[in-house]
């Protein structure tokens, strides 16, 4: 079974741009979360989706948005692109997200910004 | 507000030797979950063993082992027989579900970085 997929695994933008960033989950998942990892900050959550629709969210800004499709993959954007979104950004399914069950995680996709 | 406090930046440990990792929490709900994720250099993070609140027993998954304690908010993580694999990360997390026990957000540490020495 495939695991979590994410895409791509590095990006390079500029300030004032806006990203998109891609999660496919483990087959069969339909819960989706999505986390930023900083040095300073460590692992903030910023959203999780499960059946197309946002369950839960986190104390970010609204340039951060995402969504899901009805394949269960999500994207997640970011608009207007600040020096402080560089980040590894990760993805997490579990099939239904019941706490019963544990995020399986992808190996994240690396945002620098210039 | 649940925050989670691991105190312990750095750590290093012989191959073959038992080391332990601190995690400390604060919350005032009952019913909460606690984990310890491994990130390797390779940077997928992946569950080394999860607690339940309610069940008074300490986790075990092969060589790793936590010491729950409820009450003093204390959740280490002692890793027996050290492997060179071992290399990584460690973050501490804690989880609210909610009233349907759903997943709610991981509240993470900031992380124990582990290194086994041969």
């Known amino acids: 079974k495939a695991g979590v997929t994410q895409t791509p695994r590095y990006l390079i933008k500029t300030r004032g741009q806006q990203v998109t960033l891609s999660c496919s989950p483990i087959s069969g998942h339909r819960s989706v979360s999505w986390y930023q990892q900083t040095p300073g900050q460590g692992l903030q959550f910023l959203f999780e989706?499960?059946?197309?629709?946002?369950?839960n969210k986190g104390n970010f800004p609204g340039r951060f948005s995402g969504r899901q499709f009805s394949n269960s993959r999500s994207e997640m954007n970011v608009s207007t692109l600040e020096l402080g979104d560089s980040a590894l950004y990760l993805c997490?399914?579990?099939?239904?997200?019941?706490?019963?069950?544990?995020?399986?995680f992808g190996d994240g996709t690396r945002l620098s910004i210039l | 507000a649940q925050t989670v406090t691991q105190s312990q930046p750095e750590m290093s440990v012989q191959e073959a030797e038992t080391v332990t990792l601190s995690c400390t929490y604060d919350t005032s709900e009952n019913n909460y979950y606690l984990f310890w994720y491994k990130q390797p250099p390779s940077r997928q993070m992946i569950l080394v063993i999860r607690?339940?609140?309610?069940k008074q027993q300490n986790a075990t998954e092969n060589r790793f082992s936590v010491n729950f304690q409820k009450a003093a908010k204390s959740f280490s993580l002692k890793i027996s027989d050290s492997q060179l694999g071992d290399t990584a990360m460690y973050f501490c997390?804690?989880?609210?579900?909610?009233?349907?026990?759903?997943?709610?957000?991981?509240?993470w540490g900031l992380g124990t970085s582990l290194a086994v020495n041969p």
């Open positions: 607690q339940e609140a309610y």
């Open positions: 997390a804690f989880m609210k579900p909610d009233e349907a026990g759903n997943n709610r957000k991981l509240i």
């Open positions: 989706y499960f059946s197309e629709t946002q369950r």
């Open positions: 997490a399914s579990s099939a239904q997200g019941n706490s019963n069950q544990p995020q399986h």
